[in-house]
């Protein structure tokens, strides 16, 4: 699958490698050195993928992100998936960039093989490669209906009454993963091997933080019950009771 991908990565001889691994397996690249120059050339011609450094002059890739998944007067980016590559270990700083939209993440240095991984990952799962089908017919996704709410795998898109609600890549995959069994609770592990596939490198404290964005995100009232429901002592399952409840009180 080849794509086109943008690196933004201040040193110059590791984006010249980032670069080498990328086209080795046949996709195109263009190289940026500052934060500011990611934002400008997302904005003039997206890519399928935003490999991000996070310590960037001008912007780093916290603010680039922040920016990007923002939107401002623009509109936010939140098809493109975003890859962060950072020198820093801490977790609450690697979650600070899933907070604010990045989709994975790779602590430096790694190698060759775990940074071509990611970037598969996340563009399969960003082509929607990996949706629900429907049983017995042909290997076209179906819409995934959970009371209010609609996941159509297709066209990426998810609704709650209607509502066009913008979800990242990895956000979309969580949702797509628990709308395709309502009521069933998913494990953390079992959601982030769905999310970053068998990657010993990424905390399942991922899983929280995509909970968290997407409960702001599809929740049409705080003030009812979850759709998103924390099973204590085991993980999470998506629940259709609070969408109907809404959809018959009119909502």
């Known amino acids: 699958m080849c794509a086109f991908v943008l690196v933004a990565e201040d040193d110059e001889k590791q984006a010249e490698l980032v670069r080498r691994y990328l086209e080795r397996e046949g996709h195109t690249v263009a190289v940026v050195h500052d934060g500011r120059a990611a934002i400008d050339e997302v904005r003039r011609r997206p890519p399928d993928l935003l490999v991000l450094d996070v310590m960037m002059p001008r912007v780093d890739g916290l603010g680039v992100t922040r920016?990007?998944?923002?939107?401002?007067?623009?509109?936010?980016?939140?098809?493109?998936?975003?890859?962060?590559?950072?020198?820093?270990?801490?977790?609450?700083?690697?979650?600070?960039?899933?907070?604010?939209?990045?989709?994975?993440?790779?602590?430096?240095?790694?190698?060759?093989?775990?940074?071509?991984?990611?970037?598969?990952?996340?563009?399969?799962?960003?082509?929607?490669?990996?949706h629900p089908v429907v049983e017995g017919a042909e290997a076209v996704p179906r819409v995934l209906r959970v009371g209010g709410l609609s996941v159509d795998p297709v066209r990426h898109e998810v609704t709650v009454e209607g509502r066009l609600v913008e979800c990242t890549p990895g956000e979309f995959e969580l949702l797509a993963t628990l709308a395709a069994e309502p009521e069933r609770v998913f494990t953390r592990p079992q959601l982030l091997d769905r999310i970053h596939g068998s990657s010993g490198y990424i905390s399942v404290r991922t899983v929280d933080v995509h909970v968290l964005n997407l409960r702001k995100k599809i929740e049409v009232d705080p003030r009812r019950p979850c759709h998103l429901v924390t099973v204590f002592g085991v993980g999470y399952k998506l629940t259709g009771a609070a969408f109907g409840a809404a959809a018959r009180r009119g909502a």
């Open 67 to 130: 920016v990007l998944r923002g939107g401002g007067g623009n509109g936010p980016v939140v098809g493109i998936p975003i890859l962060m590559l950072t020198a820093r270990t801490t977790e609450d700083d690697l979650l600070l960039g899933l907070d604010l939209g990045a989709d994975d993440y790779l602590t430096k240095p790694y190698s060759p093989r775990e940074l071509m991984a990611r970037v598969r990952t996340l563009l399969r799962r960003a082509q929607g490669t990996h």
